[in-house]
C-alpha cells in the first residue's frame, strides 16, 4: 500500500498564532518541530497499519519546513522550492492521501489560523457560489487521480469542514479546539501523538469504503480579496476576478475568462 500526505503548517499540535508560521525565528522552528511529530506519529500508524510506502510533501508557504534529523526512516519527504505541479510525485499510483495540519477555510469564527490559499491577502474562494477552502482544493486534485482522501488532521473546525466536505464517514483528527483565529485549546504533543497513530490506523481501515472525490468542469471560480482583517467591499482593499476552472490541475489558479 502507499500513502501520501500533504502537510500545512496551521494545523499542526501547539501552533496557533500566525508568528509561528510567517517569520522564521526560534518560534517558527519550534512549530516546525510540533509538525515533525505530527508527521512521525501519522507515519508510524501507517506503518503499523500495513503501509509499504509513504511520501510526504511539505506544503506550508513554498517548503522549507522539514527538520530532517526529525525524519522518521523510511519516509521519503519531499521539500524545497520551486517544484513542478502542485503535488509533486502525486499519480494514480497511491491509494489514498492524507491531509496533515490543515487548516479551516478563511472567515470561520472558531478556525484556528483561518484562512484560504494567503492568510495575508484576506483571499476566499467560490466555485459556482459556494465558498471553499483548502481541503475542498486538494481532494478534488486527489480526485482527479482517482485517490480519496483518507484522514485530515487540524482543529475542530478543520475536521468539521472535512468532514461537511467529503462526507461524515471521512477519518478526522482534532489536535486543538478553536477558540478565535489566533487563541486556541490546545492538547499536548504526547496526547496528539496518540490520536493521530490511532487516527492513521483507522484511515487505513476505513480506505475501501472512502472514495475519490469528483466535481463536474467546468466549474466558475471567484477570487475575492478582503485585504486586511475587517475590510469590507467599500474600502479599498477589495477586489475581485472571476475566471473559469476547466481541469482539477487548475482548481487554485483556473484560466482567465
Known amino acids: 500500500m502507499k500513502i501520501y500526505i500533504v502537510t500545512d503548517l496551521e494545523g499542526a499540535t501547539g501552533v496557533f498564532k500566525f508568528k509561528q508560521t510567517r517569520e522564521r525565528g526560534t518560534e517558527f522552528y519550534d512549530a516546525m518541530k510540533l509538525l515533525m511529530g505530527d508527521i512521525a506519529a501519522v507515519a508510524e500508524g501507517l506503518k503499523e497499519a500495513g503501509v509499504k510506502e509513504i511520501y510526504v510533501l511539505d506544503g506550508h508557504n513554498g517548503g522549507n ?13 519531499i521539500t524545497g522550492y520551486p517544484r513542478p505541479g502542485i503535488l509533486y510525485g502525486f499519480d494514480e499510483t497511491f491509494d489514498g492521501i492524507i491531509l496533515l495540519g490543515f487548516h479551516a477555510k478563511n472567515g470561520t469564527p472558531d478556525g484556528v ?58 477519518p478526522t483528527v482534532a489536535v486543538k479546539k478553536g477558540i478565535s483565529r489566533e487563541a486556541a485549546i490546545l492538547l499536548s504533543p504526547e496526547e496528539t501523538k496518540i490520536l493521530l497513530k490511532e487516527g492513521a490506523k483507522k484511515a487505513v481501515k476505513m480506505l475501501p469504503k472512502l472514495k475519490p472525490y469528483k466535481i463536474k468542469f467546468p466549474i466558475k471560480l471567484k477570487i475575492r480579496r478582503i485585504g486586511p482583517e475587517g475590510a469590507s467591499p467599500e474600502n479599498p482593499y477589495f477586489s475581485e476576478k472571476e475566471v473559469i476552472v476547466k481541469s482539477p490541475l487548475d482548481i487554485i489558479t483556473g484560466s482567465q475568462k
Not at 519546513?65 to 519527504?77: A, S
Not at 486534485?141 to 464517514?169: F, M, Q, S, W
Open 113 to 170: 489560523l483561518h484562512h484560504t490559499q494567503s492568510s495575508s491577502l484576506e483571499l476566499k474562494y467560490f466555485y459556482d457560489g459556494i465558498e471553499r477552502g483548502e481541503i475542498f482544493q486538494a481532494a478534488v486534485i486527489a480526485g482527479h487521480y482517482n485517490v480519496p482522501v483518507i484522514l485530515v488532521t487540524g482543529d475542530e473546525a478543520t475536521c468539521r469542514e472535512a468532514k461537511e466536505t467529503l462526507g461524515k464517514n471521512l
Open 65 to 77: 519546513n522539514f527538520i530532517p534529523e526529525l525524519m522518521v526512516q523510511g519516509v521519503k519527504y
